[in-house]
T-cell receptor
Framework: KAGVTQTPRYLIKTRGQQVTLSCSPI?????VSWYQQTPGQGLQFLFE???????NKGNFPGRFSGRQFSNSRSEMNVSTLELGDSALYLC?????????????????FGAGTRLSVL | AQTVTQSQPEMSVQEAETVTLSCTYD???????LFWYKQPPSRQMILVIR??????QNATENRFSVNFQKAAKSFSLKISDSQLGDAAMYFC?????????????FGKGTSLLVTP
């Protein structure tokens, strides 16, 4: 079974541009979460999607947005890029979303997209 | 907000030896989950081991085991018979269900070096 696939692996953008990152979850997984990883702030939660609806959002400005499609694939978008947006963006998928058993809510991660803003 | 603290930025262990990575967390909840994830240079975050807070028995996965002390809010990871492939960043994470959904709260990580 294929794991979580994130594309592209690397991106270089300039300040003010916008960027879209893609995440394909493990087959059968219906929940997708996004995280930002930087050396200074570590791993920070961005948002979480289930059934095409955003279920939870971290403390990030409105320039960060996302969506989930009917096939559970997800995209995140960052508009008006700033130098501080340079980071590794990780996507994670899980079978379910909700207060069910832990096994169905364990998150499995992709290899990430490395975004560099110049 | 829940916080996760890993007090050891770097650790070193010799091959075949045992090492323990520390993690403490702050929460007022009684029902939650704890995880250790490994991130090698390839950047892929890999689940190492998990623990449900309501379970008193410590989780074990092959050479990896945890020491879960709920009252002390401590969740350490023990790696036995260390191998070169264990070299990576290790992240401790906390997750619980609330009306606003799930999110993983991560510690800052511990970089583990394994020497021959």
């Amino acid at each position: 079974k294929a794991g979580v696939t994130q594309t592209p692996r690397y991106l270089i953008k300039t300040r003010g541009q916008q960027v879209t990152l893609s995440c394909s979850p493990i087959s059968g997984h219906r929940s997708v979460s996004w995280y930002q990883q930087t050396p200074g702030q570590g791993l920070q939660f961005l948002f979480e999607y289930f059934s095409e609806t955003q279920r939870n959002k971290g403390n990030f400005p409105g320039r960060f947005s996302g969506r989930q499609f009917s096939n559970s694939r997800s995209e995140m978008n960052v508009s008006t890029l700033e130098l501080g947006d340079s980071a590794l963006y990780l996507c994670a998928s899980s079978l379910e979303w909700g207060p069910s058993n832990l096994a169905k809510n364990i998150q499995y991660f992709g290899a990430g997209t490395r975004l560099s803003v110049l | 907000a829940q916080t996760v603290t890993q007090s050891q930025p770097e650790m070193s262990v010799q091959e075949a030896e045992t090492v323990t990575l520390s993690c403490t967390y702050d929460t007022s909840e009684s029902d939650y989950y704890l995880f250790w994830y490994k991130q090698p240079p390839s950047r892929q975050m890999i689940l190492v081991i998990r623990q449900e807070a309501y379970k008193q028995q410590n989780a074990t996965e092959n050479r990896f085991s945890v020491n879960f002390q709920k009252a002390a809010k401590s969740f350490s990871l023990k790696i036995s018979d260390s191998q070169l492939g264990d070299a990576a960043m290790y992240f401790c994470a906390y997750r619980r269900w609330s009306n606003s959904g799930y999110a993983l709260n991560f510690g800052k990580g511990t970089s583990l070096l394994v020497t021959p």
